[in-house]
């Protein structure tokens, strides 16, 4: 198990269709349960389902409510990682009709707190914070695991940090991490020690986050699923950018071999979008447009609209910096209307404000902010002279308005600055959030 999960689970599968005409229903229930815990941990996640509900009949024909509310919680969590978050969500609201039947603590606390991130998932943050407290008050936790904790305290970060209260989320994911730190929960403790990295990035402490995410990798790429370790290379690989260390496009490079038959294309199709900024930077174009080109096409696939308009975007980008023509800047402001309209308002500014961090450089593609405020001087004097393209002059008032409103933001330090030539890849990166 600690090896080679693949080698467990043949082995596992080998010796239990030896003996099945040799044990109880009971003992074929928690075999069943414990197959399918090793089959998801060596990917197989269909089988894994497929031995969960084997494992939830047998618990259901011998009236074992524990053994039945645990194996909802096991198919709940290979849903959500096989991407089917609905599926998910409905097993959880099955399972909570026979949790209080449960007499353990454990169980009965992990599936409440599970209902709680059903809650967070729908956008009723507030509620499910309130939920996910209530328990912390209902709970005797001296009957209550050290692991089960750390997920109730994991979910009220994510409730505080969706409702931008990011000190009481870095709060709660320290009490996670010292509970995961004790269970020695090896997978939960490098998926804590990642979000404390995000937050963290998030609060502009860089230095202490790159040292979580250096000790989330090896944990998460070793014990994660499919999802978790893309998530974490997609994390890594953005850290690594900003620091620009050179061993950036040798991960993405790998990732994107490694991966290519991944179940999640979202994830998939994100990296590609990386290593297109990774060739921005190295002034690489030509490259750049190829893999926005196939982060696109991943996206087209799926009908993913809010990806497909941030990889064009991205595409306009690098198509704007190779030939140098700067008025198809009409095309990006398109873009972005489309993403204000669909409720990402606020994402299209950052991506109104990457591509005029990017236009205004001249020997480096990254700029300072003193170069943004000239460069939009500049554009706000000039706008509407650059070109003939009809689409551009019928949006050149509304370009205008727009531009005004984006240096106001940077001057108020409401856009932070400090990387400007990754901001357009942050939509992807809270889209992707948003699926976990």
């Not at 599926?87 to 949790?99: F, G, Q, R």
């Not at 009723?124 to 692991?147: I, M, N, T």
């Not at 509970?179 to 090896?186: G, R, V």
Request: charge should be negative; aromatic fraction near 8%.
């Amino acid at each position: 198990l600690n090896s080679d999960n693949q080698q467990a689970y043949e082995s596992i599968m080998y010796a239990y269709e030896n003996m099945t005409d040799q044990i109880s229903s009971e003992d074929c229930a928690n075999i069943e349960l414990n197959i399918s815990g090793i089959a998801g941990d060596a990917g197989k996640l269909d089988e894994s389902i497929e031995h969960a509900k084997l494992a939830y009949t047998h618990y259901k024909a011998n009236c074992d409510f524990c053994g039945m509310v645990a194996t909802l919680v096991n198919i709940s969590t290979i849903e959500r990682l096989n991407g089917n978050r609905q599926t998910a969500n409905d097993v959880i609201k099955e399972a909570l009709k026979d949790v209080n039947r449960c007499k353990v603590a454990s169980l009965r606390l992990i599936m409440r707190t599970i209902y709680g991130k059903v809650l967070s998932e729908t956008s009723c943050w507030e509620e499910a914070l309130k939920y996910h407290l209530s328990l912390l008050e209902e709970f005797d936790f001296r009957d209550v695991g050290e692991k089960e904790q750390g997920v109730l305290h994991t979910e009220i970060g994510h409730d505080y940090s969706s409702l931008n209260s990011l000190e009481k989320a870095i709060n709660h994911y320290s009490k996670a991490r010292r509970h995961f730190e004790e269970s020695d929960s090896k997978i939960e403790l490098g998926l804590i020690y990642a979000t404390l990295a995000d937050t963290l990035r998030e609060t502009g402490e860089m230095e202490t986050a790159c040292e979580y995410l250096e000790l989330a990798f090896p944990l998460v790429q070793k014990y994660g699923s499919e999802i978790q370790r893309l998530s974490m290379l997609i994390t890594y690989s953005e850290v690594n950018l900003v620091a620009k260390r050179i061993q950036t496009r040798i991960l993405l490079e790998k990732a994107i071999d490694d991966f290519s038959d991944a179940r999640n294309r979202i994830m998939y199709g994100y990296l590609h979008g990386l290593l297109g900024v990774l060739n921005l930077l190295e002034k690489k174009f030509d490259q750049a447009i190829i893999q926005f080109a196939a982060e696109k096409s991943e996206y087209d696939g799926l009908k993913y609209i809010v990806g497909c308009l941030v990889a064009s975007a991205n595409l306009v980008i690098a198509e704007c910096l190779e030939s140098g023509k700067l008025h198809l800047m009409s095309r990006l402001l398109v873009l972005s209307k489309q993403l204000s309209e669909m409720g990402y308002f606020s994402h299209a500014n950052e991506i109104d404000v990457a591509y005029l961090s990017l236009a205004s450089c001249s020997s480096e593609l990254e700029t300072g902010k003193h170069d943004i405020l000239s460069f939009l001087d500049h554009k706000l004097d000039t706008i509407g002279s650059e070109s003939d393209d009809p689409l551009y002059q019928r949006l050149s008032g509304d370009f205008n308005i727009r531009l005004r409103e984006i240096r106001m933001r940077i001057t108020s330090g409401e856009i932070r600055m400090e990387c400007p030539v990754i901001a357009f890849s942050r939509l992807g990166e809270f889209e992707l959030r948003r699926r976990m």
